[in-house]
């Protein structure tokens, strides 16, 4: 066994110093002549776009102040983001509208009073923005329709300083396609 031992190893060394046989040769990337005359470019022909019609009936619906999709703001307690029942219809109104118009886009944009840090604020906004776009797609909203973005306190309906301003400020406003 001891003579054998050393026999084996040094085969196994030999065998794996062997060298292997040449690959064989691979072709090479094939080159392009780009001399002028030598490309062909075939015209492609390109599909005219048309925009989808929406009815201008329900668009109007929007803008008639006897309709409640003309309201579009949604208003919050102080330090709230939890959206109020006298407001549930607005949002139901808003959610048939969006689901009977797939189409159409809306952007939520949510506010907040000037009491607060800026940062506190803006994450305040995104939280009642999101609610709203929450309530809108479990009431019958795509989400794809949806936009949620926070303004924080920089774009105030009431540029006062007392509770009755400050009221008017905490709120979110939704924006149909074409108002943003």
């Given at each position: 066994m001891r003579k054998i031992f050393p026999l084996a190893v040094?085969?196994?060394f030999l065998a794996a110093c062997s060298s292997q046989p040449p690959a064989p040769?691979?072709?090479?990337?094939?080159?392009?002549?780009?001399?002028?005359?030598a490309v062909k470019v075939e015209p492609v022909q390109v599909k005219s776009v048309t925009p989808e019609q929406i009815d201008p009936t329900s668009l109007a619906a929007l803008k008639d102040p006897k309709n409640i999709l003309s309201k579009r703001s949604v208003f919050f307690d102080y330090d709230q983001y939890s959206i109020k029942n006298e407001f549930k219809p607005l949002l139901e109104a808003h959610a048939r509208f969006l689901a009977?118009?797939?189409?159409?886009?809306?952007?939520?944009?949510g506010n907040a009073d000037e009491r607060g840090s800026r940062?506190?604020?803006v994450a305040l906004g995104q939280k009642r923005a999101d609610a709203?776009?929450?309530?809108?797609v479990?009431?019958?909203?795509?989400?794809?329709?949806?936009?949620?973005?926070?303004?924080?306190?920089?774009?105030?309906r009431n540029p006062g300083h007392d509770e009755a301003a400050w009221a008017e400020n905490r709120r979110d406003d939704m924006l149909y396609t074409g108002e943003f």
């Open positions: 040094a085969a196994l040769e691979q072709a090479g990337a094939g080159v392009e002549d780009r001399t002028p005359g009977a118009n797939p189409k159409i886009r809306m952007l939520i944009q940062e506190y604020n709203v776009k929450k309530a809108l479990i009431l019958g909203a795509k989400d794809e329709q949806l936009e949620s973005v926070s303004l924080g306190e920089e774009k105030p």
